[in-house]
């Protein structure tokens, strides 16, 4: 596609409900992240993807959170027992794939997550 | 621990001006940096990347740089225009890390007609 599509834009949830999140990046990218942005402050790391290789999992905040991504293609943020603290647009990036420090990466528009 | 800096946290100026935005990092030893700006209700787009090889980058009116033994940055914007007004981030490598950015929490700039 044209650049990195996500949905739904916005979600809104009860607590302790399950939410799944959908990243669409640019075809022909190996590399995929989802960040986490809280209001008024910065990005915060999730999770990266790299081709084939073992995802690098370590911005994880809880068990609760988990990521899959097929093949070169689409991935799903998923939160299970949602809480508050979550509420935040998650930002889903995808890049050529020589690493995010050297190579420019392309975001979405996000997914404005609520929960109630 | 990385952390990212960002200031002034708002500015907000005239049609016209020359403006700076700074960004520093606690651990100095940052090899490359990126700039973004991010519109209300949208993601990021990357603006400037400069590489381990650079000290600066240029594009149209911005010109961004680091100096890399003091793990600051600066961004320049010259001839503000209204259609500038947005949030200015910038990002670079956690320590360590080759594929995880840290990012600031950002510079809101609003350029009035």
């Known amino acids: 596609g044209a650049g990195v599509s996500q949905s739904p834009s916005n979600k809104v949830t009860e607590k302790g409900k399950d939410v799944e999140l959908r990243c669409d990046p640019i075809?022909?990218?190996?590399?995929l992240y989802w960040y986490r942005q809280r209001l008024g402050q910065g990005l915060e790391f999730l999770i990266y993807?790299?081709?084939?290789?073992?995802?690098?999992k370590s911005g994880l905040p809880s068990d609760r959170f988990s990521a899959e991504r097929t093949g070169e293609s689409v991935s799903t943020l998923t939160i299970q027992r949602t809480q508050q603290e979550d509420s935040a647009v998650y930002l889903c990036?995808?890049?050529?794939?020589?690493?995010?420090?050297?190579?420019?990466?392309?975001f979405g528009s996000g997914t404005q997550l609520s929960v109630l | 621990k990385q952390e990212v800096t960002q200031i002034p946290a708002a500015l907000s100026v005239p049609e016209g001006e020359n403006l700076v935005l700074n960004c520093s990092f606690t651990?100095?030893?940052?090899?490359?940096l990126q700039w973004f700006r991010q519109d209300p209700g949208k993601g990021l787009t990357s603006l400037l990347l400069?590489?381990?090889?650079?000290r600066e980058q240029t594009s149209g009116r911005l010109n961004a740089s680091l100096d890399k033994s003091s793990g600051r940055s600066t961004l320049y914007i010259a001839a503000s225009q209204p259609g500038d007004s947005a949030t200015y981030l910038c990002?670079?490598?956690?320590?360590?890390?080759?594929?995880?950015?840290?990012f600031g929490a950002g510079t809101r700039l609003a350029v009035h007609p």
């Open positions: 075809s022909g990218h190996t590399a």
């Open positions: 993807f790299q081709g084939n290789s073992a995802p690098d």
């Open positions: 400069i590489q381990s090889s650079q």
């Open positions: 651990d100095s030893a940052i090899y490359n």
């Open positions: 990002a670079g490598p956690v320590s360590g890390g080759y594929n995880k950015l840290i």
């Open positions: 990036a995808s890049s050529l794939g020589q690493g995010a420090t050297n190579e420019k990466l392309f």
